[in-house]
């Protein structure tokens, strides 16, 4: 199977391919650091199983999404897994480059325009499945499109947890939309998981929160199920979690407001569909 994952050069995206290869699947990795990304390919590719290809992927520019998806859907044809789990924390005000707040553009709007773009080669696999990292962190968000361009008051804590809750509201749009379609659409919380997201808290705050995380390879195990597993494969619209509780807020359950993103993004994107 073709798997694409964002963000796989480290973390949680990592570890997933390793699982992913050590099973014997042609994995492509989508990254913003091309450096990293070779890096992480000759470690996999020194397992000798699977197949470990790279694709460049900035999130932070939508053209320059739009450019990667076009290349994926040339180069591929056929696409059977996309697991969106590249994302970051910004603890100060930043925009990408067409002037959204960057954890709002990079954790989900560049999701947004990829998936859209990628559903055609999607469509092409016998049953596909989309992958869509949120956190549990979107408690601490709601859809506030007024500040999607960071004007005013810059709360990230807030920030975060809005491009999470979008991530889990896209899964629930996406799976109600193609629920009779080969596509399913699933999110997860992948737990409090020590990873390079916490670079930018200060150095005693991650030491003591470091006691508290899971190693990578925890929510590589769910996202491979959830990826390719027989067990998965029927499964549409939920949200799990690799080791903590699964709830989901009020938000995060309102399926009218999950239909007004989608809409929203539609508008946000269309320039680039
Ligand atoms: N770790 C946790 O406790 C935790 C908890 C809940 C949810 N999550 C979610 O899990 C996912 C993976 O996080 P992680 O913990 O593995 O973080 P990580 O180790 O920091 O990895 C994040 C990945 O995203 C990539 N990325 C960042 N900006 C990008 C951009 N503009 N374009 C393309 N790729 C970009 C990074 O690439 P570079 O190497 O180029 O920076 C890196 O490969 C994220 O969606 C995060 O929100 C994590």
Known sequence: MKILITGANTGIGFASAEQLVKQGQHVILA????????????????LNQGQVDIVSLDLNSLVSTQKTADEIADRYGVLDVLINNAGVFSKTKQRTKDGFEQQFGVNYLGHFLLTQKLLPVLRQAPQARIVHLASIAH?????KPHT???????????YYGQSKLANLLFSNALAEQ??????????LHP??????IYRDLPKPVYGVMKLGLVPTSVPAKLICQMAIGDEWANRNAEYVSAHMPNWKSPHAKNQQLARELYAQSMTLVEKFL
């Open 31 to 46: 990254c913003r650091n091309i450096q990293k990304a070779q890096d992480a390919q000759k470690k996999l590719r020194s």
């Open 191 to 196: 737990g409090g998981v020590a990873s390079d």
């Open 178 to 187: 193609m629920a009779a379609s080969s596509i399913t659409n699933n999110a």
């Open 139 to 143: 408690w601490a968000g709601s859809i």
């Open 148 to 158: 999607f361009h960071a004007k005013g008051f810059y709360n990230p804590v807030f």
